[in-house]
């Protein structure tokens, strides 16, 4: 019954994020007006909008005009929904769950918003940055472990990807902002090692991509999404990752 309350949050809120993905580079509200077909403009009802399901039985089109419905919308409701799920099984009913489920649910937001346009919009990762805050204080006030690793993982994080910019000039600033709210998040150790792994994941796709020459080697490529991925791989595994790693070197 847990599980099912869950997956059922995380897809309802999956379906919020794609409507502040379309939006928020459109700089249109995320409230009003209410969720619309964005070919012909018709208001939806409840019916339409139900998570995955709804696309189903529309068989991916608009009921009022036929337009095509993009897969990306059950795929990204689908998405958060698991991750929902995952943190849910691994941490349980805590405060850390609530923390981990908005912070992937903005990584979600960011990353496809950054996939879409290159581009990294201040208004996700200063709210995002502001919560990570909340849960910093919160934790705090709790006498809770871990405040202060917590802050210099937002400034380690900030830093490794600043330096990387300022040296390299191959990433964008707003990847900084995103770092620097991934180590709110995760702390020192974990964000470290999430940096890695999204440089390590960038560099395999990237290669890969210009070999089948969808990309020419100095065309941009968003690395938000790959912060993304490393982080949220960081926030499950870190532990078990760097257990094994030190296992190996010694």
Do not use: W
């Amino acid at each position: 019954m847990d599980y099912g309350l869950i997956i059922v949050l995380g897809l309802v809120i999956g379906s919020f994020l794609n409507v502040c993905i379309h939006r928020i580079p459109r700089e249109e509200s995320i409230a009003f007006p209410p969720s619309h077909c964005t070919s012909c403009n018709h208001k939806l009802s409840y019916l339409d909008l139900v998570p995955v399901i709804s696309y189903i039985f529309l068989r991916a089109k608009c009921r009022y005009c036929g337009e095509k419905i993009s897969i990306r919308y059950p795929l990204i409701e689908c998405l958060n929904g698991i991750l929902y799920l995952l943190i849910y099984l691994k941490f349980g009913i805590t405060l850390i769950t609530i923390k981990y489920c908005i912070f992937v649910s903005f990584l979600i937001v960011i990353s496809m918003i950054d996939f879409d346009t290159q581009y990294v919009f201040t208004s996700t990762t200063i709210l995002s940055g502001i919560i990570g805050i909340v849960f910093v204080l919160t934790q705090y006030f709790m006498h809770e472990n871990g405040v202060l690793n917590l802050i210099l993982g937002g400034l380690i994080g900030g830093g490794i990807i600043g330096l990387i910019v300022f040296l390299t000039k191959g990433m964008g600033e707003g990847d900084i902002e995103i770092a620097v709210v991934c180590g709110l998040f995760l702390g020192t150790k974990a964000i470290m090692l999430g940096l890695f792994l999204a440089i390590i994941l960038g560099g395999i796709i990237g290669i890969i991509i210009v070999l089948l020459k969808l990309k020419k080697l100095k065309e941009k490529m968003a690395f938000g999404p790959f912060i993304a991925v490393g982080s949220i791989i960081s926030m499950f595994y870190s532990t078990e990752i760097l257990r094994i790693y030190f296992e190996l070197l010694t």
